[in-house]
């Protein structure tokens, strides 16, 4: 007796948790679009009044509006390793890629200018794709060798300009469920890191330019695309110290070094 009354009070409270988790969900979809609203008067002025100058404003000012957004998600961040980061240079951000929030937790690290590489349906996304492609920021089409090429050469041009480039070498991430979807890369179902594409290890070379290694270890557990669930509560996060790099560097053995910095990070977290 005693038995089944523990079992119904634990199903209870599943279900109690998982009605609270969707009443969180649906919030944080409101709020994320509610600040989207409630800036869209200035990002408009920035990024077509006011230049160049008007749309790196607008980049930079990105990380307040990260914070904000990751605060009212009802999520902080424990960030361990380098930061707060003391370097001003150009950089290419590296991290793992396991949810839609991971873009949001590196704005609301960076304050730098900073630029993304991002998947081309992105720039076609209502809005959304408005402001990336007018702020400057770079699609590729990660199944087309020319656009991957145009995209690589935009990058090495915002490096000259001062910015730095966020990628996630990954190139994306994969779930049971979702064969429907393209897989240009190959990726693994549930894989806790999936094998890092060689473009951000070959720009920072040719631009001699450091490299930032960033394992975000449980971002995909607080926005699971899978469940479309968002759960509040902390983000680890761990910053590697820079690793500069020169021309005579082999990318492959600089991807190998931050490619198993970061395996090492995930699997010390999961385990």
């Not at 109690?16 to 609203?37: D, G, P, Q, R």
């Not at 961040?77 to 991290?95: L, Q, R």
């Not at 992105?122 to 089409?141: A, C, E, M, N």
């Not at 600089?254 to 970061?262: G, L, P, S």
Request: overall charge positive; some cysteine.
């Amino acid at each position: 007796m005693i038995s089944q009354m523990f079992i119904f009070e634990k199903n209870i409270f599943i279900l109690n948790m998982k009605i609270l988790i969707s009443l969180w969900t649906y919030w944080c979809f409101f709020i994320t679009f509610f600040v989207f609203v409630l800036f869209l008067p200035i990002n408009l002025i920035l990024v077509f009044c006011f230049g160049k100058k008007g749309r790196e404003i607008f980049v930079r000012y990105n990380h307040y509006v990260g914070n904000l957004l990751l605060f009212l998600y009802g999520m902080y961040k424990e960030t361990k390793g380098s930061f707060p980061f003391t370097h001003n240079e150009p950089c290419v951000y590296i991290a793992n890629h396991k949810s839609y929030l991971d873009v949001i937790i590196i704005a609301s690290l960076v304050s730098q200018k900073i630029k993304y590489l991002g998947k081309a349906e992105v720039f076609d996304w209502p809005l959304v794709g408005l402001f990336s492609r007018y702020s400057g920021q770079i699609p590729v089409k990660r199944e087309d060798k020319n656009s991957r090429n145009k995209a690589y050469e935009a990058m090495k041009k915002s490096i000259d300009e001062g910015f730095s480039i966020i990628l996630f070498p990954e190139g994306g991430w994969r779930h049971d469920g979702d064969e429907k979807h393209p897989n240009p890369y190959s990726f693994k179902k549930e894989k806790i890191l999936n094998p890092f594409r060689n473009g951000a290890f070959r720009l920072a070379i040719e631009k001699s330019v450091p490299i930032v290694p960033i394992a975000l270890l449980n971002a995909g557990h607080r926005f699971s695309s899978k469940t479309m669930k968002i759960i509040p509560g902390k983000i680890g996060v761990y910053v590697f110290d820079l690793l500069y790099t020169k021309n005579s560097d082999d990318p492959l053995i600089i991807n190998e070094i931050c490619y198993n910095m970061i395996y090492e990070k995930l699997n010390e977290h999961n385990s």
